[in-house]
Every structure is written in C-alpha cells, then in structure tokens.
C-alpha cells in the first residue's frame, strides 16, 4: 500500500459522526443545487463527470479549510510564506487565464455568463488594460493549493524542503502550459492535441488532486 493510500485510509479512520453528518449534508445540498439549476433553467448536460468536477476542487478547499492548520511562526516567516503562496496563486490564475493583459478586441465592462453551480455563475471584468475572470471551482482550487503552499512553506522554514515541493504542487499549473506548447509545435492539428483539449477538465482535475495530496501529506519530508 502507497503512503499516499496509508494517509488517506488514517483520515478516513478518523472521522468523527459530526463530520460525517457535515459531509454528508455538503454533498446533500450540492446534489440538490445541480438539480435545481437543470431544472429551472432547461440545460442539458451531455457528460456528466463534467457537472460533478467542481464539486471535487471545492469540497477539497473544504476539508483543506476544516483540517490544515498552520504552525506557530514568526511574523517575518509568515510574511516570507505569504509572499511564496501569493506568488503562487498569481502564477496559477496567470497560466490558467483567470487574468491577463486586455487584447482590446471585445467590449469593456461586467459579463457574467450561468453555468452549473461550481462551474459557475462565470463573473468577467474586461477592462481595456487587464481582465480578470472568476470561474468558482478554479478560483476555489487554486486558493487551497496556494494556502497548502503557505502552510509547507512554515514547515521548510525549520526542515529542509527542496524545490520538489514546488514542483509537485505546480502540477496543477504545468498543465495548461504543456498544453499550449504541444498545440503550438503540433499547429493545433494533430489528434493527440485535440484529445488533450478534448480531456483538458479530467486531466486538470487529476492534476489538481494529485498536486493537492502531495501539498497536504508531503509524503518523505517532515
């Protein structure tokens, strides 16, 4: 059995009846919001993993909020930690393009576009410098990732933490930069880079677990 898999059965092992009853109202209520919103709105969803992925980003910020906890520091180390996490995030949302510098083509102003709860509502601000788009799972995603960043970054201040933590949580970044650099050496033809546009969501969902069970375990480091 992996350590990953040791870890994991552990956190199942101890969940209390309080937790087991939050969860299970979570998931309650996120059930009854997808059908709500398909209900009322009329949509169709011709893949339903698709609808279901957003609950995994967020529900996993919610453990991450209900069970990470930082240690004690200094304020000079949480300012450092910070800064590490914020970069971080800005790195994330940037290659995601959640932000970016405005091609000044489109209209300026509010968008808001209705989507399945998690995926959206999608709020857009275009402005004629920058925009900045909030899609709420990657939004929520990323932060949890950012915040498991700040809280390892405490931890490397009393042990010795390489750069493999930098890496292995920068899964969930690399893939839309491998991405662009496969359809641009491939001309955006090939069948290959189609089937990764095609699974862009599965493969950023699994990237975005891994990275985050390797941020919240780190399993080998103290």
């Given at each position: ?22 969860w ?17 709105t ?40 910070g ?41 857009g ?21 950012s ?16 750069g ?20 641009g ?7 290959v ?19 985050f ?9 103290e």
């Amino acid at each position: 059995m992996s350590v990953l898999a040791i870890h994991a059965r552990t956190v199942l092992d101890r969940l209390t009846l309080d937790e087991v009853a939050l969860w299970a109202g979570v998931l309650t209520a996120e059930l009854l919001a997808v059908g709500i919103y398909f209900t009322a709105t009329g949509a169709q969803s011709t893949t339903l993993r698709y609808v279901l992925y957003p609950f995994v980003w967020i529900n996993l910020g919610l453990w991450a909020a209900l069970h990470v906890r930082p240690r004690p520091a200094g304020r000079r180390t949480q300012l450092v930690a910070g800064g590490v996490a914020l970069g971080y995030f800005l790195v994330l949302t940037w290659f995601a393009g959640l932000f970016g510098t405005a091609t000044g083509d489109g209209a300026v102003g509010l968008d808001v576009t209705f989507a399945s709860p998690g995926l959206g509502p999608i709020v857009g601000y275009f402005g004629t410098v920058v925009y900045v788009v909030a899609v709420p799972y990657l939004v929520v995603g990323y932060l949890t990732l950012s915040y498991l960043v700040y809280v390892a970054a405490l931890d490397a201040s009393r042990a010795a933490l390489p750069g493999v933590l930098g890496l292995a949580s920068c899964v969930g970044c690399a893939f839309p930069i491998v991405a662009t650099i496969v359809a641009g050496v491939a001309g955006g033809s090939s069948a290959v880079v189609a089937t990764i546009y095609t699974h862009s969501m599965d493969l950023s969902t699994v990237a975005f677990v891994l990275a985050f069970a390797l941020l919240y375990w780190r399993p080998g480091f103290e």
